[in-house]
């Protein structure tokens, strides 16, 4: 039973679909919601690109002994997003994340607040101190989701996650140990965590849509372009959209302005060979050849109802803007066309299990705070940034 329906950003969606992809039959992922439709459905690849179990403990072991500097995010430097080199890595991330060019000149009070913020021990955490450590999280390539500076479940499990990558003690509260350990890079702790951004035709003038509710008539539309400008934005910037609005409240929106925007920074270069889906965690973690963890992110993974295969998979195909097939119980077929806002968002990372595999969403605020019927799901721009990096034949294991 599946919910095509979208209500805000979210698409919802009850039971177990069924997925097809070059032939490889997939699982849906979905939010679980109300009123449902029965059917099945097939996702067919719009545009594509390249198609030693150890334990979490022992692999956290192996990547403190190899953690250092070079394992966090390069200082921007005015321009976000844009990786240097010449790699297959650096070109498939430039081409799937977008540039941010930025500045610092003249920053409201706020925007100044939030990038001078610090921490000590018996402080309360206030918003601007969580927008800092948020954005040290994800520098250090361990994601929070959306930016939103307030300390939530996927924020907690970023810190564990870094925690866990540097052989500190995991906790479930901020401590001295650990913001020393996220701000020992002083570079990286003078980087701006908000920033000047001028919004640019590209930024506003972009194709939007009324996600309408049922599968024909989602065909037919042109695209499942985001509803609003400022989804746009919000995802462009990793951030929440009602926080991206508390911190311009007076703005237009229009081609010229300059707003405040959260700064990603960049991306994890370092290619991945391993990943490991945790039921428990709802966390997937990122390995390198050498058994390094060197990102992770916030997910969905599977639901009681629908459980993610326990085992170790392989990946098997990647693509970049999926298009969504579904097929109702009478047989006939709806094309559901590419676009974030597509059910499988982004990206679709294919596992050799048939019917499974990882990929984006239409509504980041949701990870790990919904429901999946059995496959991986990550924001758009995680999962785009996985599926710059990621190994074809890269092992999968969900635990």
Not at 228 to 233: A, D, F, Q
Not at 362 to 390: E, F, K
Request: glycine share 6%; with cysteine; hydrophobic share 35%.
């Amino acid at each position: 039973m599946y919910q095509l329906t979208k209500i805000s950003t979210s698409i919802a969606a009850l039971g177990l679909s069924t997925l097809v992809f070059m032939g490889q039959s997939i699982a849906a992922t979905s939010d679980v919601k109300n009123d449902a439709v029965e059917g099945s459905a097939k996702m067919i690849a719009n545009k594509s690109t390249e198609s030693a179990n150890t334990s979490l403990a022992s692999a956290a072991a192996s990547s403190n002994s190899n953690n250092d500097s070079n394992d966090v995010s390069p200082v921007t430097n005015g321009v976000s997003q844009k990786v240097a080199g010449k790699s297959k890595t650096a070109s498939s991330l430039n081409k799937f994340l977008p540039t941010i060019k930025y500045s610092t000149e003249s920053l409201p009070t706020v925007a100044q607040k939030v990038n001078s913020a610090t921490w000590k021990q018996g402080m309360k955490r206030n918003r601007d101190t969580t927008t800092k450590l948020q954005a040290l999280l994800n520098w250090h390539q361990h994601g929070v989701g959306a930016v939103d500076g307030y300390w939530g479940k996927n924020s907690r499990k970023a810190m564990q996650a870094f925690q866990m990558a540097n052989g500190l003690t995991v906790t479930d509260t901020l401590n001295t140990e650990t913001w020393q350990a996220l701000t020992k890079n002083s570079t990286l702790m003078a980087q701006p965590v908000l920033v000047n951004y001028q919004l640019t035709d590209a930024d506003i003038n972009i194709k939007t849509t009324v996600i309408p509710a049922g599968a024909e008539a989602k065909a037919k539309l042109e695209g499942m372009y985001y509803e609003s400008v400022l989804e746009g934005l919000a995802e462009k910037f990793h951030i929440s959209e009602s926080y991206l609005k508390a911190l311009n409240p007076n703005a237009k929106f229009v081609v010229g302005e300059t707003i405040t925007v959260y700064n990603p920074g960049n991306p994890n270069t370092k290619p991945v060979s391993r990943v490991v889906a945790d039921k428990t965690t709802e966390t997937l973690y990122a390995y390198d050849d050498k058994n390094v963890l060197v990102a992770s992110y916030p997910t969905t993974v599977g639901s009681t109802a629908t459980p993610s295969p326990t085992g170790t998979h392989t990946v098997k195909v990647k693509v970049h803007e999926p298009n969504y097939t579904y097929t109702a119980n009478n047989g006939s077929k709806s094309i559901l066309p590419p676009g974030p806002n597509n059910p499988v968002g982004s990206v679709w990372i294919g596992l050799s299990k048939p019917s499974y595999g990882i990929h984006g969403s239409p509504d980041p605020a949701r990870i790990s705070r919904q429901a999946s019927a059995g496959c991986i799901r990550l924001t758009n721009w995680d999962a785009l940034a996985l599926l710059g990096v990621i190994q074809s034949g890269a092992t999968v294991e969900i635990k």
